[in-house]
């Protein structure tokens, strides 16, 4: 068996997916990775649409294609993804920055986890950001 057999990935999309042992927080990067991408997306094509306003058509206004009771529920999923992305990026700058990840310790076995420390950080921040998804949806709602 080569090194690169042994370090096949047998777990498969599961091993991509899969919060294993690393917990919620690896979700929270999955979630981060795709709300990063769809947001970025979603510029680009902002931008597209924007831009055919030097034709002077308005594809967001009256009977424009982008119109419709469809695209404003797209538009909430925007907020809603970039309230997300926005909320576990700050926990991911405090983190980055020491801030509540606890104090760095002796490595001495057995080893200790930071993981249970900062943890409490990324709970606080997933509520704060379902508090913005909830306010945004009474938003559209109302709006
Ligand atoms: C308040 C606003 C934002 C904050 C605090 C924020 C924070 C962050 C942080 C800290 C990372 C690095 C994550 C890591 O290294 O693990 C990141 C990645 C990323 N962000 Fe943002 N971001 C914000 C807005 C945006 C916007 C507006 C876009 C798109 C237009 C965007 C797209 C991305 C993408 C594509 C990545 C890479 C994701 C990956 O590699 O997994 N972000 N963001």
Redesign the pocket.
């Known amino acids: 068996m080569t090194v690169l057999d042994r370090r096949s990935n047998r777990l498969g999309v599961w091993g991509w997916l899969g919060g294993g042992r690393w917990g919620m927080e690896r979700y929270a990067?999955i979630l981060?990775?795709i709300?990063?991408?769809a947001?970025?997306l979603?510029?680009l094509l902002h931008i597209v649409v924007t831009s055919f306003r030097v034709e002077g058509i308005y594809l967001w206004t009256g009977n424009g294609f982008l119109h419709s009771p469809v695209f404003e529920m797209g538009e909430y999923l925007v907020f809603a993804a970039?309230a997300y992305?926005?909320c576990?990026?700050?926990r991911?700058?405090l983190v980055?920055l020491g801030v509540a990840v606890g104090k760095p310790t002796e490595p001495v076995f057995p080893y200790k986890t930071s993981l249970n420390v900062q943890r409490p950080l990324l709970i606080g921040m997933m509520f704060l950001a379902l508090i913005l998804v909830a306010m945004g949806a009474y938003a559209e709602l109302i709006g």
């Open positions: 990067y981060h990775r709300t990063g991408l947001i970025l979603y510029l970039f992305h926005a576990n990026g700050l991911l700058v980055e």
